[in-house]
DNA sequence: TCTATATGTGAAACGGGTTTCATTATGGCT
DNA sequence: AGCCATAATGAAACCCGTTTCACATATAGA
């Protein structure tokens, strides 16, 4: 059962394909008595135009490719739900490139994640996408391969190209993050005006940009409180949650522990959590702990999580909106910031036996 | 800077396009020295066969479309994440369909989610997929509106339709599921052999097929232990934590209460361990609660979630593998069933008081 | 009445590949 | 030397829309 096709429409309107096209399009003024019978048998037919033969000549798919690291990691759903929300209003449709890549042990092998990313880009450019959204992965790292750089500023020179919530360093990238510094200068400040002295930071990659800003962002918000930053307090590599635990369990467990823990992303803070009850150790009475991301999750906890917001669906919206214009060839800020909000829950509260508030 | 296509290699080879497109699909023997010339020039110019052109004359294009209902819900990324792993494997790439709708309130609109699906199934056989799979929606409905149910039979005779974890009854629509009712009966049996007599069960939804097949597995499971289901201790209409909080929370605060509650999902029961936290009960000591889906977040919980295991990934990836058999032709079973799988972890105990065990 | 402009339509080229069919060159075998 | 299978290649058609160009007809304004 061979789809019909406009050629079949216009031999039985005894018409030109032309003339079906316009009709089809809107594109030029057909009369009135042709056009009813032309669509009188497109309904007749369930006439469905053949979306690759129509993009081959226009040149514009209405594809995006949207290449990220992993979907199970429920940071990414929230910003692809933003994305998703927007793109769809623009009448875009997206193909779905998860890079991710593990090992046997489920252990994350990076390496594979960079190739991966690299045959996306390449298929995607195959399907001729009409723009890329690229979150996590070599872009977010401090310093790239320049070879993995090289690669974006070649597709980048082909097709708009959107990078989320990283920086390539020196690099004329069109970006749109969240302003990590500040958030986590929220997160820290807030349990400052709490009390506490002795905050310690875990989780994150200390190859990531985000994870070097975050900290940047602690370090300023302790130097200007006047506080000093232990360098046993801060534990990184990793953003899981038994990595949280083990990080916590760490810190709970040595003779001087902190009163609160600023998490690298909100799965760090639910282990440290995990780490806490385990220890015995109530939160937020005894510890304070807050996360970073505000995933769904935050509010699942017991208590629930004080968190920073990334706003991620707005970094999804955000993205959708840019990469659009970009498409249409208007011009867009080099790099967007989308400033997080602290959302103040349970895990926080003053430092027990002062009452700064 | 247009792109370079197989005209170009091909004039610049001196040979004919027809041999260019040979050497790019190996379709038929070139004289080395003439590939080796052809294969140099596409990479001087970093040729990237259009991959429109190549569906519009081959008519596969390797895509897939994927529809569920919201990204945002942890089950479907794991579900999704199965999928993409064997999809990838298979040379599939697909659009990710996502329709939820929401109002102001973020409550879901089930009609415009329904609409939707329709829009994206007639999108995606504009865009030439060579396949769809679908899960939840009008999928999950025990009595669908027969419009829908034809519209997908529709559908479905032009391009493979698969669909997962769900049963449009009377209909010739191929399928891969969870058995919910065993599953259902595991975690009921579970609750048995610990010693409860007292079970309710929470969240679901009534018209949803899945909700009714686990109430049905639950019904046998008490049956067969002689135990009297009560009807007020069956509480549906909700698939959230918020909705499992306010589930539990009625039942807890009942004169006559539970010693152990299934609930429909994951989140249900994340939602009622808050509640038995709010009212001061212990968990699993004073009551047993166990979930259904085994997403990622069960491990989060303090405790962690004694829950039902749908094989989500395995789910996705017989789907990849079931759908493709479907495009290639061959002959697939009509319905596929994969078994749950009990995890027992800390949220179910031996009924206080006795010792069954 | 005669341009100027808008309306209505078809033929043909085009987009960028694949595939069929025909043709020539080549090698192996009797 | 003669024949056949295979290698190697090109011309042209095809996939299914869109777009350009040309042309005919109609309407309006001068």
Not at 262 to 291: Q, T, W, Y
Request: aromatic share 8%; charged share 25%.
């Amino acid at each position: 059962m061979r789809p019909v096709t406009v050629y079949d429409i216009a031999r039985e309107a005894n018409v030109s394909v032309a003339t079906v096209s316009r009709v089809l399009n809107n594109t030029a003024p057909v009369k009135k008595e042709t056009r009813e019978r032309i669509v009188a048998l497109m309904h007749k037919y369930q006439f469905q135009p053949n979306a690759l033969a129509r993009s081959l000549t226009r040149k514009e798919t209405g594809m995006i490719g949207f290449i990220l690291p992993d979907i199970t990691n429920p940071f990414f759903p929230e910003v692809l739900s933003g994305f998703d929300y927007e793109a769809r209003k623009l009448g875009y449709t997206y193909f779905l490139c998860d890079t991710i890549s593990t090992n046997e042990e489920n252990e994350r092998l990076y390496d594979r994640q960079y190739e991966r990313e690299s045959q996306y880009l390449s298929l995607l450019m195959e399907k001729q996408v009409d723009g890329i959204v690229m979150i996590g992965g070599r872009v977010d790292l401090a310093k790239p391969d320049p070879e993995l750089t090289r690669e974006l500023e070649e597709v980048a020179k082909r097709v708009p190209v959107l990078l989320l919530n990283g920086s390539l360093p020196k690099t004329k990238l069109n970006r749109v993050s969240a302003d990590q510094k500040f958030g986590a200068e929220l997160a820290v400040q807030h349990l400052i005006d709490l009390g506490h002295r002795d905050i310690a930071v875990i989780g994150g990659y200390s190859k990531m940009t985000n994870t070097q800003q975050r900290l940047s962002g602690f370090r300023s918000a302790m130097k200007d409180a006047g506080l000093a930053v232990r360098k046993e307090w801060i534990l990184t590599e990793g953003f899981s949650v038994p990595k949280g635990q083990e990080f916590a369990a760490k810190l709970l467990s040595a003779k001087r522990r902190p009163t609160a823990i600023f998490c690298m992303n909100d799965l760090l803070a639910i282990g440290a959590l995990k780490a806490a009850h385990r220890a015995g150790i109530r939160v937020p009475e005894e510890l304070s702990i807050v996360g970073y991301d505000d995933i769904p999750q935050a509010t699942y906890s017991i208590p629930e999580l004080t968190t920073v917001s990334l706003m991620s669906q707005e970094i999804g919206r955000q993205a959708a909106r840019t990469l659009d214009k970009m498409i249409a060839g208007k011009k867009v800020p080099l790099f967007q910031s989308i400033m997080p909000e602290l959302v103040v829950r349970e895990t926080t509260a003053p430092l027990s036996g002062t009452n700064f508030q």
